[in-house]
């Protein structure tokens, strides 16, 4: 079956624009979560969806939000960026909210100049 | 605050056995888990532990102690393609998922 897909694979943007990120999880998977890995920082927690509901966040602004969809896509975006938010945003699909193996995708480049 | 500690770096020679470390300080604790990111690449699942003892898959194994707070990652047999950061995580009381920094993990041939 089908991967994780994160759409775009890359993307520059200029401080103060926005940005939103798109991840199509497994195919029944119902369980979606966002990380940011940076080479300082490693990958840190931003949210977690499940049936379209957000089950958790870490502790990113307000600026980061997300949602999910009935199909189980999910989005995430990003206002105002800054310099500090580019990173590699790694999207990761479970079977269930509970579930002990995660399936990540690709990731989406970000770039913020 | 909670925290997951493993090794920055690791170097190991071909053919040899290694174990990387991870001690965590969460509140609350429902498993360890550990992935594999090569270069460039995606993190990928290597294993699970709810419970204390050790998990064995093929060349890797994964050792979970609940007591002390403390897992670690056995890979045997190394091979050059074995080269990857390794990150070990947990979801916490709060269900909230928290990863390590990873080890990079080197082989020498």
């Known amino acids: 079956k089908a991967g994780v897909t994160q759409t775009p694979r890359y993307l520059i943007k200029t401080r103060g624009q926005q940005v939103t990120l798109s991840c199509s999880p497994i195919s029944g998977h119902r369980s979606v979560s966002w990380y940011q890995q940076t080479p300082g920082q490693g990958l840190q927690f931003l949210f977690e969806y499940f049936s379209e509901t957000q089950r958790n966040k870490g502790n990113f602004p307000g600026r980061f939000s997300g949602r999910q969809f009935s199909n189980s896509r999910s989005e995430m975006n990003v206002s105002t960026l800054e310099l500090g938010d580019s990173a590699l945003y790694l999207c990761?699909?479970?079977?269930?909210?509970?579930?002990?193996?995660?399936?990540f995708g690709q990731g989406t480049r970000l770039t913020v100049v | 605050g909670q925290s997951l500690e493993q090794p920055s770096e690791v170097t190991a020679v071909e053919g040899a056995i290694v174990q990387i470390n991870c001690t965590y300080q969460?509140?609350?604790?429902?498993?360890l888990s550990w992935y594999q990111q090569h270069d460039g690449g995606a993190p990928t699942f290597l294993s699970y532990?709810?419970?204390?003892g050790l998990e064995e898959t093929g060349r890797f194994s994964s050792f979970l102690s609940r007591s002390d707070s403390y897992g670690y990652l056995l890979l045997q047999e190394l091979q050059m393609k074995d080269s990857a950061s390794y990150f070990c995580?947990?979801?916490?009381?709060?269900?909230?998922?928290?990863f390590g920094k990873g080890t990079r993990l080197h082989i020498l041939p």
């Open positions: 532990n709810a419970l204390d």
């Open positions: 995580a947990v979801r916490d009381g709060d269900d909230k998922i928290i």
């Open positions: 990761a699909s479970s079977s269930s909210a509970v579930d002990t193996e995660a399936f």
């Open positions: 969460t509140s609350g604790f429902y498993g």
